[in-house]
């Protein structure tokens, strides 16, 4: 089907065949077992004699339902148009990969690319042909349960690894029946919901918006995805689902989007209880308006579009538009030519946790974990013998939030990963929130017949997700004592650490030798921890979100600016300046930060001239040697100040990170190309460029530490 077809096939449709196409309901409607049929669906009753019409479907599926619903859908389906089956794939399908923003911490293109090409090839077989994925919202809050879903606090790696998940979705061939399309979530700022609460009210100033969370969506949406998602959120007064700034003037008109735009789940009728619709007709109108062509799972545009549309004739013109777009994404995805996708029963048992999907599940676990801090009792001495303690100790759910289709009877526990790698483990499960004396007591003569201590500890899945906003982000306080009574016994205690967010670690710093975040590896997330443990894997993770010493601190991320008086400027006075009196100003473990078993000695940085214009780059190199025992992996860091610029800029923001591996004694130079357009940002006219002038220049394995060098724009 082509472009005129497709004009020709919108003008043989009804109104109402036209909303039925900007309609999404789950497919519960289908009678699909265990599909998401919660309150939502219950209300819609009404919608149950339009489902021959509605355009697409969300929820669960497996092949034999795919292939039942579609074939009777096209029996009923006057014009024949293919249902289009969406999901959330977030960080896998069967096979699940570490959380989002534990992938991020492999600060690696590559293996996001590689999971959202796997959790493609599973979940196109299963019968889905587009997900909720990926989600590209900034975040700053550890206290926002979603964070797990992101890429964390910076813009770079924000659009790098979400352009990557794109790629990886959709390939460049969306007609190949393998691919997913991409849908971007959530427009816009979603990530920057007022006090971490999930749902709440965003303010972002233009500037802030332009040079930190816009272009995350910008950059995904450059890699091809087909999709986008508006948010739940208000963002400066106006819910994104009826923002026509948002959706009008920047996607379509600044960058040119020609792809669907879909609502959140019940966005369309939240206008509601946001305040700024009386009722449905005014939500419908208001969404129709601003940019929404599918309305995911309430059903104002089919309660009051056909007759809004007969009052308001120029309305029709908006219908006419989301269904070209929304026939046009089934063309691309070739569903005129094969409304099944080339589904099958048997490719789905071939493709659901194939061998090589979990083999990747466990390298990108691998690559996620950060090693937080080693007093050199890592990788652990394989004559010692271990006490492996804690809720996590022997616990399938790891898989985390979002795990749609994962099953954790699938999941390899710890002490099934150290046992597999023949590692003597002794070991006790423990609840996570109420340890009684009883299982204390166990633990201490467990802990004396040991030589040294692994506590398996963290928040429980439900604790982060959608929903999940938690005020204060430490350990219960049952964790914390059974961390105490492990120290108090003077063994060397590693503490391997379960959760979607960044947690409170002060007092486990303390006690702990070593602290590894394992995050929600997923599937394979107990081989990958042996495999780190043991020493079998060198751990290379990175943070992508800083971890605050105290609650009280957030937002706490690196790139922030400096105030008129900072609290590292050097003056008699000790109290004006921006500071707590209580705790820290920085983190405890910055953006960027993460240990592993080699010993990484910067040299020199070489920066050439120093000077750079609009069309000559300049050329800037750092050896980088490998002191250590362990072949290993850096993440070699650039970052940049503008000393001086029209507004106030970061103290420091990353432009560049580049990753070798070296083996012991070996040494590289690492050589990066500074252009013009990297150290640009949006001025007060909104306007993109570099100003000249001079930049500090850091190179380093964090955001806190490195060497400088000046550079000057000429
Ligand atoms: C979430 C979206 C998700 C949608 C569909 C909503 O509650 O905010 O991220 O894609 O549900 O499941």
Not at 87 to 94: R, S
Not at 537 to 561: A, E, K
Request: hydrophobic letters at 40%.
């Amino acid at each position: 089907m082509n472009t005129i077809q497709i004009e020709a096939l919108v003008k043989q449709m009804t109104r109402l065949e036209k909303i039925g196409q900007m309609t999404q309901i789950t497919t519960s409607f289908f009678n699909v077992d265990g599909a998401k049929a919660t309150g939502t669906a219950s209300r819609m009753k009404d919608v149950e004699q339009h489902k021959w019409i509605v355009g697409s479907v969300l929820g669960k599926l497996d092949a034999a339902s795919m292939l039942r619903i579609q074939r009777d859908y096209l029996q009923h389906n006057r014009l024949g148009i293919p249902l289009l089956f969406m999901t959330d794939v977030v960080h896998g399908y069967k096979t699940i990969f570490p959380v989002p923003l534990a992938l991020s911490c492999s600060w690696n293109p590559e293996v996001l690319r590689r999971t959202a090409r796997v959790s493609a090839l599973e979940a196109a077989a299963a019968g889905f042909q587009v997900t909720f994925s990926p989600m590209v919202d900034l975040v700053r809050d550890p206290r926002w349960g979603r964070v797990m879903e992101s890429f964390g606090e910076d813009r770079l790696l924000l659009g790098q690894f979400g352009a990557a998940m794109v790629e990886g979705y959709q390939t460049d061939d969306l007609q190949q029946p393998d691919t997913l399309a991409a849908c971007v979530k959530h427009f816009a700022g979603y990530g920057a919901a007022e006090g971490g609460k999930d749902y709440n009210t965003v303010d972002l100033s233009p500037l802030s918006l332009y040079n930190d969370y816009l272009p995350a969506y910008h950059a995904a949406l450059q890699a091809g995805a087909r999709l986008m998602m508006a948010a739940f959120n208000t963002l400066n007064g106006v819910p994104a689902t009826a923002n026509t700034w948002l959706l009008q003037d920047i996607l379509r008109k600044q960058w040119g989007f020609d792809g669907t735009v879909i609502s959140d789940w019940g966005a369309v009728k939240e206008l509601i209880p946001h305040g700024v619709a009386a009722g449905s007709e005014d939500a419908a109108r208001l969404s129709l308006q601003a940019g929404i062509e599918i309305e995911m799972m309430t059903t104002a545009y089919i309660e009051a579009l056909p007759e809004l549309c007969e009052q308001h004739p120029e309305l029709e013109q908006k219908l006419d538009e989301a269904v070209t777009h929304i026939l046009q994404l089934k063309q691309e995805l070739g569903l005129f030519d094969d409304p099944y996708r080339g589904v099958s029963e048997a490719r789905e048992q071939e493709m659901l946790l194939h061998p090589s999907h979990r083999q990747a599940a466990r390298e990108a676990a691998v690559q996620s974990m950060v090693l937080l801090k080693n007093q050199n009792v890592l990788p652990l001495n394989p004559d010692h013998k271990l006490a492996l303690i804690g809720p996590f100790a022997d616990n399938q759910h790891i898989l985390g939030p979002w795990s749609v289709d994962g099953d954790p009877n699938h999941t390899v526990t710890v002490l099934e990963g150290l046992n597999q790698q023949g590692v003597h483990v002794q070991s006790l499960s423990t609840d996570d929130t109420r340890i009684d004396e009883d299982a204390l007591h166990q633990a201490i003569e467990l802990i004396r017949q040991s030589d040294i201590v692994v506590l398996a500890l963290g928040e429980r899945e439900e604790w982060s997700g959608e929903a999940g906003s938690r005020a204060s982000i430490g350990l219960p306080p049952d964790q914390l004592k059974l961390l105490r009574i492990a120290a108090a016994a003077g063994k060397p205690v590693i503490v391997v650490m379960f959760a979607g967010r960044p947690i409170e670690l002060a007092e486990v710093a303390h006690h702990a030798d070593a602290i590894l975040m394992a995050w929600f590896p997923g599937t394979e997330g107990g081989h990958a921890i042996a495999d780190i443990l043991t020493g079998r894997s060198n751990p290379s993770g990175r943070l992508t979100m800083s971890f605050p010493y105290h609650s009280g601190q957030i937002p706490v991320h690196y790139n922030h600016l400096n105030t008129g008086r900072p609290a590292h400027l050097l003056t008699q006075e000790k109290r004006y300046k921006t500071q707590y009196l209580d705790v820290p100003n920085e983190s405890l473990y910055p953006f960027g930060y993460g240990l592993g078993y080699s010993e990484f000695v910067y040299g020199d940085i070489d920066a050439d001239t120093g000077e750079l214009s609009i069309d000559r780059p300049l050329q800037v190199s750092i050896p980088i040697t490998n002191n250590g025992d362990y072949t290993g992996c850096e993440t070699v860091q650039v970052y940049i100040h503008d000393r001086v610029a029209e507004i106030a800029r970061p103290v420091r923001e990353l432009i560049a990170y580049r990753q070798i591996e070296l083996k012991p004694g070996e040494t590289a130079r690492v050589e990066y190309t500074i252009s013009a357009e990297m150290l640009g940002y949006y001025h007060t006219d909104l306007q993109y460029r570099a100003d000249p002038g001079e930049f500090e220049l850091i190179i380093g394995p964090d955001s806190h530490r490195g060497a400088s060098v000046m550079i000057r724009i000429v």
